[in-house]
């Protein structure tokens, strides 16, 4: 099972700065990562699919990257409604697998 | 409008058996897989399996297989996650989602609300 591990776990921002999640995977997932954002209460939401595509309707303040094993997603300015907890998700392999979560709180 | 709609939150007792359900509507119900994940209380999501309603084939995560069973009704666009046996460690929100595509490792790109199940004596 491959593993993603996020980091960090939590992020404390202000509105306005520049927010950097980080998901390395275990083994190589070619760009079959997701990120998704979820806040309490709610389902989560797909942002961002094979690694670096922006899912229609989401800002553009929000792009993934690659690099080899090492994934990232960037809010370059963060908005109050950004404050949520966000996922990675690899299905490059069976079974797909999440990441643990990086939680940006507001500093 | 693609829309996953899960069946309501569901108190249970341990060892009561549970079917819970998510109906699928604007779209083609049977071209789409769709999935069931876990979120126990204050956790990370986990995927559960997968099942392909044109032909109901599916895929279980190593770590639920034995452990639930997947089903679909394509009739009625609806997809069902059932226990036989509920135990208190099963108490979870579950959510079901669509994979875009017609393969496995499309992504999930329609959520439903979730369904809460709690299970206590």
């Known amino acids: 099972e491959i593993v993603l591990t996020q980091s960090p776990a939590t992020l404390s921002l202000s509105p306005g700065e520049r927010a950097t999640l980080s998901c390395r995977a275990s083994?190589?997932?070619?760009?079959?990562l997701d990120w998704f954002q979820q806040k309490p209460g709610q389902a989560p939401r797909l942002l961002i699919y094979d690694a670096s595509n922006r899912v229609t309707g989401i800002p553009a303040r929000f792009s993934g990257s690659a690099s080899g094993t090492d994934f990232t997603l960037t809010i370059s300015s963060l908005e109050p409604e950004d404050f949520a907890v966000y996922y990675c998700q690899q299905r490059g392999h069976w079974p797909p697998t999440f990441g643990g979560g990086t939680e940006v709180e507001i500093k | 409008e693609v829309q996953l709609v899960q069946s309501g939150a569901e108190v249970k007792k341990p060892g009561e058996s549970l079917k819970i359900s998510c109906e699928g509507s604007g779209y083609s119900f049977t071209n789409h897989w769709i999935g069931w994940v876990r979120q126990m209380p204050g956790k990370g999501l986990e995927w559960m399996g997968i099942i392909y309603p044109g032909d109901s084939e599916t895929r279980y995560s190593p770590s639920f297989q034995g452990q639930v069973t997947i089903s679909v009704d394509k009739s009625i666009s609806t997809a069902y996650l059932q226990w036989s046996s509920l135990k208190a460690s099963d108490t979870a929100m579950f959510y079901c989602?669509?994979?875009?595509?017609?393969?496995?490792?499309?992504?999930?790109?329609?959520w439903g609300q979730g369904t809460l199940v709690t299970v206590s004596s």
């Open positions: 083994q190589s997932v070619g760009t079959y």
């Open positions: 989602a669509r994979l875009r595509g017609s393969s496995w490792y499309s992504q999930p790109d329609y």
